[in-house]
């Protein structure tokens, strides 16, 4: 792995003194970009970051698919705040025909301002049927979606971006071609998630790779994604490979104060300590209401139960009370166990096994892909992925 214990006063330097990250019209300042993650990045978690630090926020990932066919829950999932700017949003698909008619929809009728592309998933319900991170190896399928979806944005000024993954498995890298590609046809910038499919989230993204990828694409941002944990994280990884800006995915869950540090970090500035035990509850809080106000209280609710371990991470509440806000159903519930906080200590200062790697991990494993996939990567046959619902 490429990596270094802390990041140098000289690494900060070249790190800030690196021009300003530009997708397409937009410049973003600091130059972090928000993850799209399923279940996560709805509009009440991604507003709940921007009122830490500016950067670039996307929404959950949309199937292209359900968009054509303005599936109700996929419109819903479509939902940015007032004062959301600019809008970003992520398309999943496999056909250049659907990706192009989603596309034209989305800006035909201003329903973003910035459309990204999954091409990194891992899932194996996803790559059995040759998306996710599992359609960059068909180069000129790739090609043709890319091509697709940036002629039907470009007419809207809209910026098209693409993120991949390294690749399969080790014995199938794929990203120097998908980033060359994508470059060729088109897009704004390209994201590398410094693992392979077969990693999923375990072990160590190797940071190699995006400088790798910065070297073989020169005219548009590369931005690198992979253990981003800590605003020191995110200076050493733009120092050491080159690239443009971080992307952060798990680094954030139950930490939205982390965009905070980022920009901090970023502007040179003294990198806040993390709150203590009563502000991560009042925080807590305020997820919850911005949840209920998109979702409604029951399904928003239960919506925040898989969040509880993250912002508690590392704080001694004891099995009892964690077990309470793990199965918390209404709000009044909430704000019981919150008081009960008091017991624990609202002063108790942020641990800093709170700052560590958190979500999802895993095992390595096989990726499951359609039969015969590999021979041919310049098949351009559309697969069956279609049927995918938006967010997963």
Same mark, same amino acid.
């Given at each position: 792995?490429? +990596?270094?214990?802390?990041? %140098? ?64 829950? %996929? ?10 700017? =600019? ?46 991170? /599992? ?16 002629? /039907? ?12 993954? #390294? ?6 890298? %794929? ?11 088109? /897009?704004?910038? #390209? ?46 990884? #733009? ?25 901090? /970090?970023?502007?040179?500035? =003294? #990198?806040?300590?993390? =709150? ?9 809080? +305020? ?72 979500? +999802? ?6 990726? %499951? ?24």
């Amino acid at each position: 792995m490429w +990596r270094s214990s802390s990041a %140098t006063m000289e690494d900060v330097t070249a790190t800030l003194s690196k021009p300003a990250l530009r997708i397409g019209p937009y410049e973003v300042d600091p130059p972090v970009v928000l993850a799209p993650m399923a279940g996560i990045t709805n509009v009440a978690f991604r507003r709940l970051c921007q009122e830490y630090g500016a950067g670039l926020y996307v929404c959950e990932m949309i199937t292209a698919r359900a968009v054509v066919e303005r599936h109700p829950g %996929t419109m819903h999932m479509m939902t940015f705040g007032e004062g959301e700017y =600019p809008r970003s949003m992520q398309l999943y698909g496999v056909d250049p025909k659907t990706m192009s008619e989603a596309v034209k929809i989305i800006v035909g009728e201003g329903l973003a301002d910035h459309v990204d592309s999954n091409f990194g998933c891992p899932v194996s319900k996803v790559t059995r049927k040759g998306g996710g991170a /599992a359609l960059p190896f068909k180069r000129r399928l790739f090609a043709d979606i890319v091509r697709a979806s940036v002629q /039907a944005a470009e007419g809207a000024g809209v910026p098209f971006t693409v993120k991949f993954r #390294v690749g399969i498995d080790d014995q199938h890298h %794929t990203y120097l071609d998908a980033g060359r590609i994508a470059e060729a046809e088109g /897009a704004a910038a #390209v994201s590398l998630h410094a693992r392979t499919a077969a990693q999923r989230y375990s072990g160590a993204a190797d940071w190699s790779h995006i400088a790798r990828l910065k070297e073989a694409v020169t005219t548009i941002p590369v931005l690198g994604n992979g253990d981003i944990f800590t605003a020191n994280d995110a200076l050493r990884m #733009v120092s050491e490979t080159g690239c443009d800006g971080v992307v952060v995915g798990r680094g954030c869950l139950g930490r939205p104060w982390l965009f905070g540090e980022l920009e901090a /970090a970023f502007q040179d500035r =003294p #990198v806040p300590d993390g =709150p203590p035990l009563g502000e991560v509850a009042r925080v807590l809080r +305020r997820h919850a209401e911005l949840l209920i106000e998109h979702d409604g209280t029951d399904k928003a609710l239960r919506d925040l139960r898989k969040h509880m371990a993250w912002y508690f991470m590392g704080f001694p509440l004891g099995s009892e009370l964690r077990r309470g806000f793990a199965m918390v159903s209404s709000l009044q519930e909430l704000d019981e166990l919150i008081g009960r906080l008091e017991t624990v200590g609202l002063d108790t200062p942020f641990p800093a096994e709170g700052q560590g790697p958190r979500g +999802r991990q895993g095992s390595p494993g096989k990726v %499951t892909l359609p039969h015969g996939w590999l021979d041919d990567p310049d098949d351009d046959c559309v697969p069956e992925a279609e049927d995918m619902h938006s967010g997963g």
